[in-house]
C-alpha cells in the first residue's frame, strides 16, 4: 500500500523585498510541500506568480491559499496577519513577529481562538549549528557568555529607511538574531541587567547597542551589536563551561568545542523554516515565543540612550 | 463545630521607604491573617519590629518568616525575589514587578518550581472601580479611550533619584498604574502602535509620555502621561461605549456613567491587595501578570524617544 502523496499547500507571499527574494521564494520552490500561489507587493511582485496590491485582495480573491508568509516590516505585519487569521489562513511570520510584544501576544490568542497555526519564525534558530549547540550545553555549567553580532549596515540593509524610524529596531534587528539563537541554546533563563544604545543624532533606532545578562547566580552574558562594522561581519556567540569552550560562528552555521571543528548536517535556515511550518501544518499546531524580542523591549526601557553622531546612508 | 482560626502568617516588609510606610505597614497591620514579623532596612525599620541589613540575613535569622512582600525600587527586586522563592517563601513584590519582562518571567518559573506563591502586584487594579467598571464594559461595544496620568513629580515623588535614572521608567511608574487598571478593565486586548516619550536632558527617564493603542480593528486608546502638573493630579479614565461613556476618577477610587456617580465600596488599594495575598496563599495559588509592564517595554521600543528642557528637583 503506498501513501496517496498530500497535495501541496497554495501560500503567498506578502511582502516581496530583500529577504523574501533571497530567502523565501527559493526555499518555498525547493519544498515539495508547498507551492507559491500568490504574492501581495505594491512595488511589484514575482515572474509568472499572480500578485495583489493587498492582503484584503488576496484574501478575497484566493479562498485556495491557505498560508500566508509574512515578508513586510513589522510595523504593518499585525494588521495583515490579523486579516488572514480572521480569514481562517495559517500565518507565517519573518522576525520580529510584531513591532511591540503586546500585539504577538494578541496574535497568538487569536490564531488559538480560530484554530490556525501561527508560527513566529526566529531564521537563526535553524543555524546549523543550533541543535547541536543546545544540545552540547544542555548538561553543563556555563561560566560566561560572550556575543559579537557586527555587520555593515550599509551591506546588509541597503536604502531599507524603516530600520531606523521608530520601531525599526535599529542594530537590534540583527541583534534580535543573535538573541533568538542565545536563548534558544542556552539552559538557564537570562534577564537584561544593563545595556547602553548608541543612537545617531539623526535617526530613531540604535546603531549599536551593549548588554549584559545575568542568570540571577554567577552567569554573565555581554553582548556586543554593531552596525558600523567595517572588513566582513562577525556573527558569533562564544560559551564558556566546566567542560570546554564552545563557538558559534557565522551565525551559527559552524560550531567549534575548544577550537576544534565539528561537523554539521546543514538544509539552510530558510529550507528548514519551511520544513518547520509544514509539521506545523500537519500537526495542527503553533510555535509563538515572543522571548528575543521581549529581551529586546527590555534593553530599550532599561537601556541608557546614548547620542552618536549623524548616520548617513 | 467551630473552625479553628488560623495563625497569621508571619511576613516581612523588605525596602522600608514611602509606599510601605504609607501603605504596606498599615495594611497588613489591619488584617488579621498576617503579622508583620520583621523588616529589611539599611536605612532603618519600623518602632519595635526586628530589622535586618539584609534579605540574606533575614532568611537565615527567621525560617519563621514565611512570606516576603518587597517594596524596594525594582532594579534589585529580582535578586530578593530569587533568594526569597528559594528559600522556600512567598513573596508578594510591589509594582512594576520587575525591571525588565524577562525577569518576571524567570520568576514566575522559579515560584511554579519551588510551589510558593507568587503575587506580582498592580495596586491600581485593586481601586475601588476597578470590578465594576470591568463588570460594565464587559458586554459593550467600545468606541473610544481615552487615559490622563498627570501628577506633580515633586509632590509625589520627593528625592527618588532611582526613578530618573536608566531602568527607573519616570513617568511610566505611575503611568504603568493606568496601564494596569486599563487592561484589567477593557476587554478587549490594545497593543501599542505609537508613543512619544519626553526625556529631559539630564535625566534618563521620561517626564511625559503620549501614547497610542489599538485593538486592531476601530478601537483606539490615547494616553497621556505626565509629571509636569500643577494644582492637582489627575488619573481618570473614559471610555466611550454604544451604551455611555465610563469615566474613572481619582485613579479609578470614583466611576461615572454619563456622568452620574456610582456608589461603591472601598476597602482600600493595599487592605485589598492582602485580602488577595491571603487568598493566594490560603489556596497556594499565584497571580503574575506582566502585561502592564510589556505595553511599557513597547512603549521605550516602538516609542520616539524626543529630548526636552532640563529637570531639576
Excluded at 500578485?51 to 494588521?79: T, Y
Excluded at 519573518?94 to 513591532?99: H, L, N, Q, R, Y
Excluded at 544540545?135 to 549596515?153: F, S, Y
Aim: aromatic share 6%; charged share 25%.
Amino acid at each position: 500500500m503506498t501513501e496517496t502523496p498530500r497535495q501541496p499547500t497554495p501560500i503567498a507571499i506578502v511582502g516581496v523585498g530583500k529577504i523574501a527574494r533571497d530567502q523565501h521564494i527559493p526555499a518555498i520552490a525547493a519544498d515539495p510541500r508547498f507551492e507559491l500561489a500568490a504574492t501581495v507587493s505594491r512595488s511589484g511582485g514575482v515572474d509568472g506568480v499572480e500578485n495583489h496590491a493587498s492582503v484584503e485582495a488576496l484574501l478575497e480573491a484566493r479562498p485556495d491559499v491557505e498560508a500566508l508568509s509574512l515578508c513586510m516590516p513589522p510595523i504593518p505585519r499585525f494588521n495583515a496577519a490579523r486579516a488572514a487569521i480572521a480569514a481562517g489562513r495559517h500565518v507565517m511570520l519573518e522576525k520580529p513577529p510584531g513591532a511591540t510584544v503586546a500585539e504577538v501576544l494578541t496574535l497568538d490568542r487569536m490564531s488559538r481562538d480560530a484554530n490556525v497555526t501561527l508560527f513566529a519564525t526566529w531564521h537563526s534558530r535553524h543555524a546549523a549549528a543550533a541543535g547541536p549547540a543546545r544540545d552540547w550545553l544542555a548538561e553543563k555549567r556555563l561560566t560566561g557568555i560572550r556575543v559579537d553580532w557586527k555587520e555593515d549596515v550599509r551591506k546588509w540593509h541597503p536604502g531599507q529607511d524603516w530600520i531606523w524610524r521608530a520601531g525599526g529596531l535599529g542594530v537590534f534587528d540583527p541583534g534580535i538574531n543573535a538573541l533568538s539563537l542565545l536563548t534558544a541554546i542556552c539552559p538557564v533563563p537570562l534577564h537584561l541587567t544593563s545595556a547602553t544604545l548608541s543612537v545617531p543624532e539623526n535617526r530613531a533606532t540604535p546603531i549599536a547597542a551593549d548588554l549584559e545578562f545575568s542568570d540571577g547566580e554567577d552567569l554573565t552574558a555581554m553582548a556586543a551589536f554593531d552596525w558600523r562594522q567595517k572588513g566582513g561581519e562577525i556573527w558569533q556567540i562564544e560559551v564558556e563551561t566546566d567542560a570546554g569552550t564552545l563557538s558559534l560562528t557565522e551565525g551559527g552555521a559552524r560550531m567549534f568545542v575548544d577550537g576544534t571543528e565539528r561537523g554539521l548536517e546543514d538544509p539552510g535556515e530558510y529550507p528548514d523554516l519551511y520544513r518547520r511550518f509544514g509539521d506545523l501544518l500537519a500537526d495542527g499546531a503553533s510555535d509563538v515565543d515572543p522571548l528575543p524580542l521581549i529581551h529586546v523591549a527590555d534593553a530599550f526601557m532599561l537601556g541608557r540612550h546614548l547620542t552618536v553622531e549623524p548616520f548617513e546612508d
